[in-house]
């Protein structure tokens, strides 16, 4: 069984940054994708950046710019670094990993993210 554990969140103020990170319980290698999802309250769960093994990305349009998705596979995680944020960013984000093997997907705990003055 697959384990990721977010890290990261917490308040900050409009325009500020936070970095998240989802440590994996294996390595990294052995997804094909790897992603960020956040859910507001009231809102759906969407999709905010995907990295695949090939190392290709995309971003939500309304990310695009200001985050960035990355890993570091010696220690099996991946990060979200969050900049200039803004209120509208609030959320729990939660992150996927897609097993390149059987293509099962799995989630995280999620991370509570507020911007807020």
């Known amino acids: 069984q697959v384990q990721l554990v977010e890290s990261g969140g917490g308040l900050v103020q409009p325009g500020g940054s936070l970095r998240l990170s989802c440590a994996a319980s294996?390595?990294?290698?052995?997804?094909?994708?790897m992603a960020w999802y956040r859910q507001a309250p009231g809102k759906q769960r969407e999709l905010v950046a995907r990295?695949?093994?090939?190392?290709?990305?995309n971003y939500a349009d309304s990310v695009k710019g200001r985050f960035t998705i990355s890993t570091d596979n010696a220690k099996n995680t991946v990060y979200l670094q969050m900049n200039s944020l803004k209120p509208e960013d609030t959320a729990v984000y939660y992150c996927k990993a897609e097993s390149a093997r059987t293509g099962l997907n799995y989630w995280g705990q999620g991370t509570q993210v507020t911007v807020s003055s």
């Open positions: 294996r390595s990294i290698f052995s997804f094909y994708t």
């Open positions: 990295l695949t093994s090939g190392g290709s990305t």
